[in-house]
C-alpha cells in the first residue's frame, strides 16, 4: 500500500492508532443520519464526559496537580449560560462564552492561591471549594434560582435538538484535542510537563511555574466550563445538586487515567470505555440503583491494575500481559 | 454572665469531645501512612448506623453498642488495608486518594440503597432529659458523649505511648525502613493502624448517632472536618487533633450563632486561609509522636 507516504504514517502501531482514530471520527461525524434517539444521547454524554476529561488532563495529566474540584467549572459554566440567557437575555453563544469566562476567571483567582499548595493539601482544597461553591449556588437564592433551580428555554428548532447538542459536543471535544496538541507541542505544554517532573527544578530552569499551573488549571476550566453550558442549555434546567455533583469530577478523573493521563487521546479513549461500560451494565443487567458502587469498583480495579491507563497498551508501549497488569503492585506494595 | 455566651462555651466544650473522636483516626491514618482516607466520614456513618440498627431491632443501648461498631469497623479496615490498599500505598498520591474516595461512593450506594436515603434518629428514654446550671442546657447524652470521646482519645494515647504495638505504629511513622529492620511487621502494622482508625471512627459514628440525626449521606461533612481540623491544629500529636477541634468547635459554635446556615462554608474559609499562609499545615509533620 505505497499511495501517498501514507505508508510511512501507518507504520508502527501508533500510525495505525490514529488511522482507526481518524475513522471512528469520521463514523461519530455522519452517525446522526442513521441514529436513534438514544444512542445520540448516550453519545452527547460521552462527548460531554471526553471533553471534560480532556480539560482535567491539561491540571491533572500533564501539570500533575491532582484537581479534584472540576466540577465546579461545570457548574459555573451551566450557571453562568443560564444566567446569561435568562438575565442578559442573550442567544446561546454568547451566553456560552459569558459561561466559560466565568469559569476561566473562577479558575484563575481560585488557581492563583490554590496552586501554590501541594499533595494532600491541594487535593482537599479543591474538594472544598468545589463543595463551598455548590453550597453558594444553593444558598444565594436571589442571583442563582437556590435549590428550586433555573430553568432555560428550549432550543428551537425543537426536533433538531437532539443533532445540535450532538454536533456540538463533538465540536467541543474535537477542539479539546487540537488544543491539547497545539498546547503540547509549544512552550507551554513543556512547561507543564516540567512542571510535573520536578517544580523546583523548573522553576531554576527559569519557567514562570506560576504561569504553567494556572495557564493548565484555567483551560482545564475552559473545557468543562463549556461542557456545563452546552449541558445546562440540552438539558433545560440547571440545579445546584446536579451540576455540582462530586461524581462528574470523579468520572472526569476516572476517564483520564482509564485512557492515560498525560497523552492526548487517552481522555478521549477512557470517556468512551467508561461510558460504554457502566451503560451496558446498567442496561443489561439492570444496576441502575448500583451506579456509584459500579463506578467506584471500577475506579478501584483500574488504580490498582492500571494506573498509568491504556494508551501503553494500545500504542504498543507495553504488552497487555497478567505480569505488566501486576507492575503497579510490584512496584508500590508495602 | 451573658447566657448566650455561656451557653456557647459549653456548647463549644461538648463539640470538641466528639469531633475529636471524629479526627482523630483521620490524624493517624494520614500521620502513619501518609493517606487521606476520604472514606473516614463513610466509616462514620456506618457506625452510627450499627448502633441504629442494634437500638432498633434489639434495642441496644446506644451506649453499649459502641464496642461492637468498633470492633465491626475494625475488622472492616484491617481488610480494606491490608487486601486492598496495601499492595498500592508506595503509588503516587493520586492512586490513594482516589482508592478511598472510591470506597467512599460505593459504602454511601450501598448504605442508600439498602437502608434507604432518608434521616433517621435513635430515639432513647433519656434522649431528651438534661440538667441545667443557672439558664445553660446540658443534654445528658452529648454530656456523656463528650466523656466517652475524651476516654477513648486518652486510650488511644496510652495505647500510642506504652504498648509494644502502639510504640511499633510510630515507629513505623517515622521511619518505614528503620522500622522494618527492627523487625516491625510493616503490612500488619499498617493495616492495624487503619484499623484503629475505623474503629474510632465507627465510635465516633455510634456517639452521633445519638445526639443528631443521621443519614447515609452524612459522612462528607465529617471527613471534611476532620481535616480542616488537622490543617488547624496540625498532623504531630494527639493532643493536636484536641487542640484543632477545640478551634474548629469554636468557629463553628460562634459562626453558627450570629450567621446561621453558612457556618460549613467558613470553617472551610478558615481551613484555605491556614493552608495558604502555612501550605504545609500548621504543625506539618507527618509523624506521631
Keep these: 500500500m505505497k499511495i501517498l507516504g501514507l505508508e510511512k504514517f501507518f507504520s508502527g502501531r501508533k500510525g495505525w492508532l490514529w488511522g482507526l482514530f481518524g475513522l471512528f471520527m469520521l463514523a461519530l461525524a455522519v452517525l446522526p443520519l442513521f441514529a436513534s434517539g438514544f444512542w445520540l444521547r448516550t453519545l452527547t454524554l460521552i462527548f460531554l464526559l471526553a471533553a471534560m476529561a480532556e480539560g482535567w488532563n491539561y491540571i491533572g495529566g500533564y501539570t500533575g496537580y491532582a484537581a479534584f474540584g472540576n466540577v465546579a467549572f461545570f457548574g ?87 443533532q445540535f447538542f450532538y454536533y456540538i459536543s463533538f465540536l467541543l471535544v474535537i477542539f479539546g484535542l487540537w488544543l491539547t496538541y497545539f498546547v503540547m507541542k509549544g512552550k507551554m505544554g513543556y512547561s507543564w510537563v516540567a512542571v510535573r517532573e520536578d517544580e523546583d527544578a523548573a522553576k531554576m530552569m527559569g519557567i514562570n511555574t506560576t504561569w504553567a499551573k494556572v495557564s493548565a488549571f484555567a483551560l482545564s476550566a475552559l473545557m468543562a466550563g463549556a461542557a456545563g453550558a452546552i449541558y445546562g442549555y440540552w438539558n433545560t434546567f440547571v440545579l445546584p445538586e446536579e451540576v455540582f455533583k462530586i461524581d462528574y469530577t470523579l468520572q472526569m478523573i476516572l476517564s483520564t487515567v482509564l485512557g492515560g493521563p498525560g497523552t492526548i487521546l487517552g481522555p478521549f479513549i477512557g470517556a468512551f470505555l467508561y461510558y460504554i461500560l457502566i451503560t451496558l451494565l446498567v442496561f443489561f443487567f439492570h444496576v441502575g440503583a448500583f451506579h456509584e458502587t459500579i463506578l467506584g469498583v471500577i475506579i478501584i480495579l483500574v488504580m490498582v491494575f492500571t494506573p498509568q491507563g ?20 510490584r512496584t508500590h506494595k508495602v | 454572665m451573658n447566657y448566650e455566651l455561656g451557653q456557647g462555651l459549653v456548647n463549644v466544650l461538648l ?85 478511598t474516595f472510591a470506597l467512599e461512593i460505593v459504602i454511601i450506594n450501598l448504605a442508600t440503597v439498602f437502608w434507604k436515603g432518608d434521616f433517621r434518629s435513635v430515639t ?84 452521633i448517632s445519638v445526639s443528631f440525626p443521621i443519614s447515609p449521606t452524612m459522612g462528607g461533612l465529617y471527613t471534611l472536618r476532620a481535616f480542616v481540623i488537622c490543617v488547624l491544629g496540625g498532623l504531630g500529636s494527639i493532643p493536636a487533633v484536641i487542640a484543632g477541634s477545640l478551634v474548629f468547635a469554636f468557629i463553628e459554635v460562634f459562626s453558627g450563632v450570629y450567621t446561621p446556615g453558612l457556618k460549613e462554608a467558613i470553617a472551610l474559609l478558615v481551613m484555605v486561609l491556614v493552608l495558604i499562609v502555612r501550605p504545609t499545615g500548621i504543625a506539618g509533620k507527618a509523624f506521631y509522636h
Excluded: C
Design chain 2, 15 to 99: 463539640l470538641t469531645g466528639t469531633l475529636t473522636l471524629v479526627a482523630v483516626g483521620f490524624s493517624i491514618v494520614w500521620g502513619i501512612l501518609n493517606i487521606i482516607n476520604i472514606a473516614h466520614g463513610a466509616f462514620i456513618m456506618v457506625g452510627a448506623y450499627v448502633t441504629y440498627w442494634l437500638f432498633t431491632l434489639w434495642g441496644i443501648d446506644p451506649f453499649l453498642s459502641i464496642p461492637i461498631s468498633m470492633v465491626l469497623l475494625f475488622i472492616v479496615g484491617y481488610i480494606v488495608q491490608r487486601y486492598l490498599i496495601n499492595y498500592v500505598i508506595r503509588a503516587p498520591l493520586l492512586v490513594t486518594f482516589l482508592i
Design chain 1, 76 to 162: 459555573i459554566g451551566a450557571y453562568g449560560t443560564a444566567l446569561a440567557m435568562l438575565r442578559l437575555h442573550f442567544s446561546f453563544f454568547p451566553a456560552l462564552l459569558v459561561g466559560v469566562a466565568a469559569a476561566m476567571l473562577f479558575a484563575i483567582v481560585i488557581g492563583l492561591p490554590v496552586l501554590r499548595l501541594k499533595g494532600h493539601y491541594f487535593a482537599i482544597a479543591t474538594v472544598a471549594l468545589a463543595t463551598a461553591v455548590g453550597e453558594v449556588a444553593d444558598y444565594w437564592t436571589d442571583f442563582t434560582g437556590g435549590s428550586a433551580g433555573l430553568t432555560l428555554p428550549f432550543f428551537d428548532p425543537i426536533e433538531y435538538s437532539g
Design chain 2, 124 to 207: 432513647t428514654a433519656y434522649s431528651g432529659a438534661g440538667f441545667s446550671i443557672g439558664e445553660i442546657q446540658i443534654p445528658y447524652v452529648r454530656l456523656a458523649a463528650f466523656v466517652i470521646a475524651l476516654l477513648l482519645t486518652g486510650l488511644l494515647h496510652v495505647y500510642m505511648t506504652y504498648t509494644k504495638q502502639g510504640n511499633a505504629i510510630r515507629a513505623t511513622g517515622m521511619d518505614v525502613d528503620a522500622a522494618r529492620l527492627q523487625g516491625v511487621k510493616i503490612a500488619h502494622t499498617y493495616a492495624l493502624t487503619f484499623a484503629l482508625g475505623t474503629a474510632l471512627a465507627g465510635a465516633a459514628g455510634s456517639l
Design chain 1, 310 to 329: 491504556l494508551m501503553d497498551f494500545l500504542s504498543g508501549k507495553k504488552k497487555l500481559t497478567l505480569s505488566s497488569l501486576l507492575e503497579n503492585i
